[in-house]
């Protein structure tokens, strides 16, 4: 399985993204996945994570209310929409899948957010 993370840039406090992560190489239905972000400087940490049938979504205390996950399995994709950014919110975003002992890393897109 190939992860590419993309939909980063660069964007003003308040602002809004959406991150994308697209797979290849093998349908991601079964897998369950999530977003990772890291910050300079700091170590990597748990941002969202959605099941394979896209239900029960989990959120960081930091991003709930303010970022929504999704995917589509038609098209192999999983969304990060991410609404009121604040400046803490700069990192570099990468996407995760999991089947059990299998997982895979995707790179990641960098997202900054000015004051």
């Known amino acids: 399985v190939q992860l590419q993370a993309f939909g980063g840039g660069l964007v003003q406090a308040g602002g809004s993204l959406r991150l994308s992560c697209a797979a290849s190489?093998?349908?991601?239905?079964?897998?369950?996945m999530a977003w990772f972000r890291q910050a300079p400087g700091k170590e990597r940490e748990f941002v969202s994570a959605i099941s394979w049938s896209a239900g029960s979504p989990y959120y960081a205390d930091s991003v709930k209310g303010r970022f929504t996950i999704s995917r589509d399995n038609a098209k192999n994709t999983m969304y990060l929409q991410m609404n009121n950014l604040e400046p803490e919110d700069t990192a570099i975003y990468s996407c995760?899948?999991?089947?059990?002992?299998?997982?895979?890393w995707g790179q990641g897109t960098h997202v900054t957010v000015s004051s």
């Open positions: 995760y899948v999991w089947y059990g002992w299998e997982t895979h």
């Open positions: 190489g093998r349908t991601l239905s079964i897998y369950s």
